[in-house]
Structure formats: structure tokens, C-alpha cells
């Protein structure tokens, strides 16, 4: 029998972009197998338990800590190195 739990799992670990999972405090409590390799070079799995914060510098910084004192959804597109990547928070 598969619960709602195991199909969330299944659902984040199959979905094609990276999901990380942070608690109220910035703490990531999960990722998915894709931010997992994403994120190799800045420890990968070992992120998990760590507080994501640390891993956002100067003005990216204080807007994820905004979010996370007053949550809303915040949704926005980013280019880097000619990746383009489609941000959901």
C-alpha cells in the first residue's frame, strides 16, 4: 500500500529539476537525487541537516531569510554560465 508520504517521495525524487526542502529556520531536511548532484561540489548530501542560508551569499541571502520570516511564494528565471534556470520558492 502506497501512503501519501511514499508518493510524495516518489513524486520529488522523479521530477526532473532539484528540490531541496528546507524547515522554517533554513535547515534542509531534503533534496532530490538532481540537487543532490547539482550541489556535489558544495558537499551534495551532506547539505542535508545544514542550514541553506549558508549557502546563499550577500543579497540572495537576506532575500531567502525574508522569505523564510515571512513566506510567500517567490518565482523568478536566472541565467548563469548559459544555464537558464526557473526558480520556485
Not at 35 to 48: N, P
Not at 58 to 69: I, N, P, Q, T, V
Request: contains cysteine; charged residues 25%; hydrophobic residues 35%.
Amino acid at each position: 500500500m502506497t501512503t501519501n508520504h511514499d508518493a510524495l517521495t516518489t513524486w520529488v525524487q522523479l521530477f526532473p529539476g532539484m528540490v531541496s526542502v528546507c524547515d522554517p529556520d533554513g535547515v534542509i531536511l531534503a533534496m532530490n537525487d538532481v540537487a543532490i548532484r547539482a550541489f556535489e561540489k558544495r558537499g551534495g548530501e551532506k547539505l542535508i541537516g545544514q542550514n541553506a542560508l549558508d549557502c546563499h551569499p550577500g543579497k540572495s541571502r537576506d532575500e531567502f531569510a525574508e522569505l523564510l520570516r515571512n513566506p510567500r511564494v517567490n518565482v523568478y528565471t536566472t541565467e548563469k554560465n548559459g544555464v537558464h534556470k526557473h526558480i520556485y520558492q
